[in-house]
C-alpha cells in the first residue's frame, strides 16, 4: 500500500506506508501509521492536521487526517 500527502500527488510523493487501523469494517477508524521506508520528511512531511491519501496504484482507497505525530511509535512500527 502506497500514500501521498498532498499537494503532492501519487507521481511527486508517493511511498509505502504502513497502517494499524483499530476498525477495518468501520466507515470512520482511529489508525497508527509510518513511512515504511522514507523518514518523515520533505514530500512525505506528515504534521498534526495533515491528510494522507492512501493508495493502491494509482488508485485512492482511503483518506486519514493526522491528529498527532509521535517520532517514538513511528519508529516502534518500522521495526
Known amino acids: 500500500?502506497?500514500?501521498f500527502v498532498p499537494p503532492h500527488t501519487v507521481d511527486s510523493g508517493s511511498a509505502s506506508v504502513v497502517l494499524d487501523v483499530e476498525d477495518r469494517a468501520a466507515w470512520r477508524s482511529g489508525a497508527s501509521g509510518c513511512w515504511l521506508v522514507v523518514d518523515n520528511d520533505g514530500?512525505?512531511?506528515?504534521?498534526?492536521?495533515?491528510?494522507?491519501?492512501?493508495?493502491?496504484?494509482?488508485?485512492?482507497?482511503?483518506?486519514?487526517?493526522?491528529?498527532?505525530?509521535?517520532?517514538?511509535?513511528?519508529?516502534?512500527?518500522?521495526?
Open 43 to 79: 514530500t512525505q512531511l506528515v504534521q498534526a492536521g495533515a491528510v494522507i491519501v492512501i493508495t493502491e496504484g494509482r488508485r485512492t482507497v482511503a483518506y486519514f487526517h493526522v491528529e498527532s505525530v509521535d517520532a517514538i511509535a513511528d519508529a516502534a512500527l518500522r521495526s
Open 1 to 3: 500500500m502506497t500514500g
